[in-house]
């Protein structure tokens, strides 16, 4: 089955540090979403793009975090300067426009 | 987005049939019921989606009331490993929507 690749699996850094986070969507699919999701608030969904486009970012925290499709094969997801509330698993996910999407395994940020 | 309605926990037996239901009362016309479910540690997983008639596919069934204002997921021979969180979202098909997760069912299954 084709897969949604998150690096790196895990992640501690200091808080100030940048953390860059990368999504390999699956080949074919339009659409890729970014997921934050902690013990208290859950799956929160941070921004979505539409063929590389953004469409909505309004869950993300827009002073430090940003979310980008530098090409159709890799999505970002960049937290500068991080803090220790940032701290969660963060999920990216593909699809082809609102049909079914396949999550990845999640990239496990602790910030200390 | 219709909003939806889930119980926050439900217990099932293993071997047995496990039916989680979900309240939509304000879904649209054009708007389909997914269901998505997230195993401890993992990514969710879709698992059905349907817009009116009954569907079935190797992972479970969904009914859909004649209405629409609500649905139920069968798990028809439950085991240990559909223990997971079980999520009803309402969301158009057309073009690129959004996804929100609620905070869904969280479903366990006893030996």
């Known amino acids: 089955d084709a897969r949604v690749t998150q690096t790196p699996r895990d992640k501690v850094t200091e808080m100030g540090q940048e953390v860059t986070m990368r999504c390999q969507p699956i080949?074919?699919?339009?659409?890729v979403f970014w997921y934050r999701q902690t013990m208290m608030q859950g799956l929160e969904l941070l921004a979505y793009?539409?063929?590389?486009?953004?469409?909505?970012d309004s869950g993300m925290p827009k002073d430090r975090f940003s979310a980008e499709m530098p090409d159709a094969t890799l999505a970002t997801l960049k937290i500068q300067p991080s803090e220790p509330r940032d701290s969660a698993v963060y999920f990216c996910?593909?699809?082809?426009?609102?049909?079914?999407?396949?999550f990845g395994s999640g990239t496990r940020l602790t910030v200390v | 987005d219709a909003k939806t309605t889930q119980p926050t926990s439900m217990d099932c037996a293993e071997g047995r049939a496990a039916n989680l239901p979900c309240n939509h009362s304000?879904?649209?016309?054009?708007?389909?019921v997914y269901w998505y479910r997230q195993i401890h540690s993992q990514g969710p997983q879709y698992i059905i989606h349907?817009?009116?008639n009954n569907e079935t596919n190797e992972m479970a069934s969904l009914i859909i009331t004649e209405d629409r204002k609500s649905s139920t997921l069968i798990l028809p021979h439950a085991t240990l490993r559909d223990t997971a969180v079980y999520y009803c979202?309402?969301?158009?098909?057309?073009?690129?929507?959004?996804?929100?997760f609620g905070q869904g069912t969280r479903l366990t299954i006893n030996p």
């Open positions: 080949l074919g699919h339009n659409t």
């Open positions: 793009f539409r063929n590389r486009a953004p469409l909505d």
């Open positions: 979202i309402v969301r158009l098909i057309q073009g690129a929507q959004k996804l929100v």
């Open positions: 996910a593909s699809g082809f426009d609102s049909l079914r999407c396949t």
């Open positions: 349907g817009l009116k």
């Open positions: 304000t879904i649209s016309g054009n708007e389909y």
